[in-house]
């Protein structure tokens, strides 16, 4: 997941300078292409199948996975990179909250409610820690920027748990990462035809083959973490993708965040190491737990 977060934030990068040319249809068009092309000579090496017995398990994981995708590369485009990437990484803290929230309404297990106390507050903390990242964005002229970061790191946590339960159901990370390259490709240029794609005649579009290959390569890595680690536990291990993306930021384009910002930035990172404790021990497992 460390080897990972780096991929992710140096493809942050990459986009934000393919972004100046390309809207984001286009950018998750052809880095689903160039993954997907990577993947079937990944795959044919390996001698690994492509048939599966769980499509609509793809299926959902490609349309959560693709719309995460979507926000994420327009939030990189118009927000610092280590606040869009902060706010991606928000996916923790959500899926802390789905599990929560699902032991609340279940109510399994024997522990009473005040048992789930810490829990609940660190996923407060968390949200607090939004609070603090977004208030700059809302006092600029990015406020759509920031709401495509708050909604990429929602649908992102929908997509690990989903990637966890394909892993638990025996799916190499080959191809459930093909299938959502394949996904990310379909909605990508049919955005395009839609919107209108940009001339491919521009030293821009050198940065749109970087951008697939870091994507693939990071995919592969998250995959394989989820696939042999516990999910909270690994989602943590992704916000070394801020520390890396803040570097980047200052190195790269300058980025000057408010304190408030930074405040902000900590605080979540906190709420989600914090998660990763209590969950275990505060929230009974639920049904799609049971075989992790």
Not at 34 to 58: D, E, K, N, Q, Y
Not at 158 to 172: F, I, K, N
């Amino acid at each position: 997941m460390v080897v990972g977060a780096f991929l992710f934030a140096s493809m942050g990068v990459c986009i934000k300078f393919a972004s100046s040319h390309f809207h984001s249809f286009e950018v998750v068009g052809y880095r689903g292409l160039i993954g997907m092309l990577f993947l079937l000579v990944l795959t044919r090496s390996r001698g690994v199948s492509l048939a599966t017995r769980v499509p609509m398990m793809h299926l959902w994981r490609t349309i959560v996975g693709t719309a995460s995708l979507l926000a994420w590369f327009y939030a990189i485009a118009q927000l610092p990179l280590a606040t869009a990437m902060t706010l991606n990484y928000m996916s923790s803290v959500w899926v802390a909250a789905f599990l929560l929230g699902g032991a609340l309404l279940l109510q399994r297990g024997s522990q009473p409610l005040r048992d789930q106390t810490p829990l609940f507050l660190t996923v407060l903390v968390g949200f607090g820690g939004v609070a603090l990242v977004l208030r700059p964005t809302f006092d600029g002229t990015a406020a759509l920027g920031g709401l495509s970061g708050l909604l990429s790191g929602l649908t992102s946590a929908l997509a690990y748990l989903q990637v966890a339960a394909l892993s638990r159901a025996g799916e190499p990370e080959s191809r459930t990462v093909f299938y959502f390259s394949v996904g990310a490709t379909l909605v990508g240029f049919a955005g395009t035809a839609v919107v209108g794609p940009s001339p491919l005649a521009t030293p821009q579009a050198l940065w749109l083959i970087p951008i697939g290959l870091l994507a693939v390569l990071g995919q592969l890595c998250m995959t394989r973490a989820y696939a042999s680690g516990a999910t909270l536990v690994v989602a943590n291990l992704q916000y070394f993708g801020i520390a890396f993306a803040a570097l980047y930021g200052l190195a790269v384009f300058g980025d000057r965040l408010p304190l408030t910002g930074w405040l902000g930035m900590a605080l979540i990172v906190a709420s989600g190491i914090a998660a990763t404790f209590l969950r275990e021990r505060a929230v009974p497992k639920l049904p799609a737990e049971e075989h992790a």
